[in-house]
């Protein structure tokens, strides 16, 4: 009986503890939003855009006065792409995006995008309404598809596996990336957006130049070089092996199923590529 009170006793304080540390790290979150800048080599013409992941329904602006459509503006990129996770799977109201997408229209800053694991929790007909309404905002789903930015640059896009989940993820992303690899030209500088990145060794693999991924939410959180959490060794900032370079971005957003943040604001990573 005394070592059940003693196994009892340890028990609740570790469940004290974690609800501690959980209530911590939830109160710890400020609404605000950052612009980091990663710079890369790449060879060609000069161009930027930025990268809007894991917004998971939040509005254009932020507690701390900014703004996604302000950033854009301020900014300017050639391009603006999203990475997936636009949504969770209760949303009901897409107009949340409208200011970042009407503003992308106003400045001529083309828009493309591919699903996250969130857009895969949808229906089918929900996941189709909302590609509908992305498409009539003007942004491009690249999905299975490789499309020309500029000249000596293209964009390519993962369907995430969580849209087909009956078939196992890993030779899902391969079997896309197999495809993929014969649609550009390696001698170009080629990206690929895709929502998880932890299938970095593969996309670098089939001659990807840059990876964009989400996903993560930056761990969650993060003390220097480690997240609170993380399956993947890849889950926040800039990676780089030989001559291959892999953007994870902590999200515009948090989740509504986690919505927790730890020393991370949300952000809108501008990515320059220079000649």
Request: glycine share 8%; aromatic share 10%.
């Amino acid at each position: 009986m005394l070592l059940l009170r003693k196994v009892l006793l340890s028990l609740s304080l570790m469940v004290a503890l974690l609800a501690t540390v959980v209530l911590g790290v939830a109160l710890s979150y400020q609404d605000a939003l950052t612009v980091p800048v990663y710079e890369l080599s790449s060879g060609q013409t000069p161009i930027s855009f930025m990268l809007a992941g894991d917004i998971h329904n939040h509005p254009d602006k932020y507690a701390d006065g900014n703004s996604l459509s302000a950033a854009l503006e301020e900014h300017d990129p050639d391009f603006l792409f999203f990475s997936g996770d636009m949504i969770d799977s209760h949303t009901t109201d897409f107009s949340f995006l409208d200011p970042l997408l009407n503003k992308a229209r106003e400045l001529s800053i083309p828009a493309y995008f591919v699903f996250g694991n969130h857009e895969g929790d949808l229906s089918k007909a929900r996941v189709e309404e909302f590609r509908s309404y992305m498409e009539g905002q003007d942004a491009i789903d690249v999905e299975g598809k490789t499309v020309e930015l500029a000249p000596g640059y293209t964009l390519s896009g993962v369907a995430d596996p969580s849209l087909n989940p009956f078939v196992d993820a890993y030779r899902l992303v391969e079997q896309e990336l197999k495809d993929l690899h014969g649609t550009f030209d390696e001698e170009d500088y080629n990206i690929v957006l895709c929502h998880q990145p932890n299938f970095s060794g593969l996309m670098s693999s089939y001659g990807f130049d840059l990876a964009l991924s989400g996903h993560t939410h930056g761990g969650q959180g993060q003390i220097g070089d480690l997240a609170l959490f993380s399956h993947s060794g890849v889950f926040h900032g800039l990676y780089t092996r030989k001559d291959f370079a892999h953007v994870v971005t902590a999200g515009a957003g948090t989740s509504y199923y986690l919505p927790l943040r730890f020393m991370q604001t949300n952000e809108f990573p501008l990515i320059q590529l220079e000649s």
